[in-house]
């Protein structure tokens, strides 16, 4: 019996730290979220979404620009980025003993690990050096290297993770390999590859650093990718260290468009993920 | 029994994995329209011997064989034998169930028959609809074709590998162990449904379980240690083996 009580009180005061550590994690969280609705709620008109930045000074104004750019360059580097690292990752998944499958997933680990203005400066070098001007491609090209080994990664673990069983039925059925891989095997994974995906453009939108000394920033409408392009982050650090307060606000407005942007792509991952057939 | 037409057999085959030994120098042939049960204890080779049947055996990494495999009199591991081709004469379902997740039911029986170009939509459902009640689920899933076919039992499941297997129309169907990951009642449905299959197809079926090979099976093969130690008609080799190691499995004593 007293073995009993003291069993249940551990395991109560070890739920309890778990609660904590629960807490702890979300908190801060939360608390962002909560001080950008606050302070960039009341900031979010429609002259926010429409209107390009006034001078310094002058009140109202919007950040139509950034967003514009933000979707360019994002989308540009998600369409080398993201059938680049599913192709790789497929590879990997497929011929996991071959030499070029050791050496991408060493190479791709140690990109998931290297700092984003790194891979900024390596843009800036290759091409922005090179082509004698910013713009807003060399910005995307930085994104997609990127994306490229979290994409991969994750493509490569979701198609491990369908069952070997499966990839026999395909073949002892007659199927040619290749088909048993794309029809059965990324075709079972594919909503697991969409999440990875989505999530790993969520996570490169937010990205400040490879675009510091790429894409530029810019005050001005554009649609020319040869050309340097505002982006949502570059326009929160530009405006949250400028000296105005009209600024400011820009600032905290464009970092909550930019977390919901992001939320919104979560969410759509999410969405992928469910199941097709509901039972 | 009568003298039958031999489907398939093999001679003097050899199933390694690398330089592991799996299946020694093994002749046996399966007559038409017959089921052949192989038992012994794990790692007798039984089921490597099943996979060298059509060419999966292959597919493990280091997996070779020596000597014939004879479909129709023809040695199916000659050059210029297709394995994609073979496959579809010799269909296989596997211990457990494996319906394609991503599929509907129809899509899943009709899985095997798109490989020749597009059978026409009339015929198709056709097709779907004989398998689904060969394998004996046609009434329990003829409202749900479209519905996933991982909200089945297990047992319905295991029966829809089985239609899948035999929509394209195989000779030969392998079963390795078909009811290992099913309840009494789902086995006994898929024991009934072989005696049925055996008009349409020749059976080889792998069994830990020496009661259900003697419900099922014409003849019965036993292995040990990657050897076939002893074949003939099930009820002659339960009743009377010639040779002491199966008499000594068969009664339990060890395996």
């Known amino acids: ?279 | 029994m009568p003298e039958q037409q031999v489907r398939l057999g093999t001679d003097k085959l050899t199933a390694m994995y690398g330089k592991f030994t799996a299946v020694k120098n093994v002749t046996l042939t399966f007559a038409n329209n017959s089921v052949n049960a192989l038992i012994g204890p794990s790692g007798c080779g039984k089921s490597t011997f099943l996979r060298t049947l059509n060419r999966m055996h292959e597919l493990t990494e280091g997996g070779w064989i020596t000597g014939k495999v004879l479909l129709d009199g023809q040695d199916v591991y000659q050059s210029g034998v297709s394995a994609m081709q073979l496959r579809r004469r010799v269909g296989m379902v596997f211990q457990k169930p494996t319906p394609f997740p991503t599929m509907s039911i129809y899509d899943n029986v009709a899985a095997g028959l798109r490989l020749d170009g597009r059978p026409k939509r009339g015929e198709q459902d056709e097709i779907v609809e004989r398998s689904l009640k060969q394998a004996a689920l046609w009434d329990e899933v003829k409202d749900r074709l479209r519905t996933s076919a991982v909200a089945l039992s297990g047992g319905q499941q295991q029966r829809l590998c089985i239609a899948r297997s035999i929509a394209p129309r195989p000779e030969v169907l392998l079963l390795d162990e078909p009811t290992a990951s099913l309840d009494p009642a789902g086995t006994s449905r898929i024991e009934e449904l072989v005696f049925e299959l055996k008009k349409a197809f020749t059976i080889v079926i792998v069994t830990h379980n020496m009661q259900q090979a003697a419900r099922v099976s014409d003849t019965t093969t036993f292995f040990y240690m990657g050897s076939m130690i002893e074949t003939g008609p099930t009820r002659q080799l339960f009743t009377a083996p010639k040779q002491e190691q199966t008499e000594a499995y068969i009664t339990g004593r060890f395996g």
């Open chain 1, 1 to 279: 019996m007293n073995r009993r009580v003291l069993r249940r009180w551990i395991s109560n005061f070890m739920v309890g730290l778990m609660v904590v550590a629960v807490i702890l994690a979300v908190l801060p969280l939360l608390f962002i979220l909560f001080n950008l609705v606050l302070k960039g709620a009341s900031s979010l008109s429609i002259d926010f979404f429409t209107k390009l930045p006034v001078p310094a000074g002058e009140t109202g104004g919007g950040v139509a620009h950034a967003i514009v750019g933000t979707l360019l360059i994002v989308g540009l580097a998600s369409l080398f980025g993201v059938p680049l690292g599913i192709g790789a990752g497929i590879y990997c998944a497929e011929y996991p003993g071959s030499r070029l499958t050791k050496v991408t997933r060493f190479v791709a680990d140690v990109m998931n690990g290297t700092p984003s203005i790194v891979v900024g400066v390596f843009a800036w070098t290759w091409i922005v050096a090179r082509q004698k001007h910013f713009s807003a491609v060399a910005g995307s090209a930085a994104l997609a290297m990127l994306m490229i080994p979290m994409v991969m990664r994750t493509t490569e673990e979701l198609i491990k993770l369908v069952p070997h069983s499966l990839r026999e039925a395909g073949l002892a059925l007659g199927y040619p390999r290749w088909r048993t891989s794309l029809s059965i095997i990324l075709r079972t994974a594919l909503p697991g590859i969409v999440t990875g995906s989505l999530l790993a453009v969520a996570r490169i939108a937010g990205e400040t650093a490879p675009l510091l000394f790429t894409a530029l920033g810019s005050q001005y409408m554009n649609f020319n990718v040869n050309q340097p392009m505002a982006a949502l982050p570059l326009v929160v650090f530009q405006y949250a260290t400028g000296p105005y307060e009209e600024w400011h606000q820009l600032a905290w407005a464009s970092a909550l468009v930019l977390i919901l942007v992001v939320f919104v792509l979560s969410v759509g991952a999410r969405l992928a993920t469910r199941r097709r057939f509901h039972a």
